[in-house]
């Protein structure tokens, strides 16, 4: 009788163990060489990693297929790897606000299926973290529905690249910290919601192979934000961009194709700076009470359309502001309540045209370095520009109220090919 309680004992303790083992987390590492099977258990160090306690460990390059849909609390990357969810399978990484996906190497997590996203909560900002090392890209090239209410969260100084413009995810596409890089080759792979910059300084960057418009609102929470365009086409922002907390926001774009600007820019919560920096922004949408600065190198084209509700523009050395680089008939503006000139080899251009373009400059400040502004005219259109300036270049500071516009319809007196 002893020796059969003891039996029926240590039979019971084996059921234990057993049951509390197959409720604890697998935290399992890819021992299945360079390629293989998700499901496979013989590719994992503790056994398949499919729920949403569980982590999973890529040490050595590998290109891995997911074959039916799993759930996973975190996926580690320390080697170059490709992750393919096949069709009609989906990887859903859920650790609510925690890390989802950390890498160390560049990784790419692709194919035919979907990708979904946690949040922290109901939180509309505290996304599930995607965390890419400094100087590394990760790569999400399969379709991100999310979970509701969840976006793209970048938590880390490398570059997130989004490439599927089928990606309906309904939080926002967001930076949470300085120096991290969200790049995405179709607007549309941002989301269906707002694209929000919340680390600062922060950058997003284009690289398809065709113009393209973002729709999508531009939400700035950091200092300092920028659009860099380093695609094959111009890129053309129609939503609205403000701020949404206070404090001065810069937004600078640069590139080496033109992005566009034909959707509202506001103060918002804060005050928003906007700055042409490297290549050419064109602005043909309104801005109201933000400034805008011509960086150095930089160029402010203002097409058809433009409308400046705005207080400061200020050209800085070496910058261009381009009038109607289109040279459209009938074309007028008129530029912020006051315009400052800070340094040397400021340049305003003024194409002529089949019917005269005209430029109102309300007040015009040149600081004590500026020596020359230059204005420009084509010289084989028949009509001048008309230049209307209620104060001259040289006053210091602007008035208070600015007197009646002066206007100045005289052709340029210098022989063709000469500036005046």
Known sequence: MISLYVRSSCAAALLCLTVVRGVLAVNATWIGGAAGSWADAANWSEGVPQTAADTATLNTAATVTIPVSITLKTLFVNAPATVTVASGATLALSNGGGDILTASTD???????????SRNGTSTTDFANIKPAAGTTLTIAARVTGT?????????????????????????????????????ADPAALGVTAVRSDGNPSKFVYTGASP?????????????????????????????????????????????????????????AGILNVAAGTGMLLFTGTATDSAFTVNSGGTLAVGPGAVFNTLLLTCKAGGTLAFNPAAADG?????????????????????????????????????????????????????????????????RPPPRSPRKPMTSTSPCPRPPGKTC
């Open 107 to 117: 990784f790419t997590l692709g194919g035919d299926g979907d990708v979904t996203v």
């Open 148 to 184: 509701a209410g969840a976006g793209i969260e970048l938590n880390a100084t490398g570059t997130l690249l989004l490439t599927n413009p089928g990606n309906t995810f309904t939080g926002t596409a967001r930076i949470s910290t300085g120096n991290g890089t969200l790049a995405f």
């Open 212 to 268: 393209a418009t973002l729709t999508l609102p531009v939400q700035l929470g950091a200092g300092s934000t920028s659009f860099e365009n380093a695609s094959d086409g111009p890129l053309t922002f129609s939503g609205a961009i403000a701020p949404i907390s206070s404090g001065t926001k810069t937004l600078t774009f640069i590139g080496t194709q033109t992005n566009i600007l034909s959707g509202t820019l506001s103060n918002g």
């Open 331 to 395: 074309f007028a503006v008129t530029l912020p309540l006051t315009n400052a000139l800070n340094g040397a080899g400021v340049r305003w251009s003024i194409p002529n045209a089949p019917t005269a373009s005209t430029v109102t400059v309300p007040t015009l400040v040149r600081a004590t370095t500026s020596r020359r502004t230059i204005f420009t005219r084509s010289f084989s259109a028949p009509t001048p520009a008309t230049i209307r300036t209620s104060a001259s270049a040289n006053v």
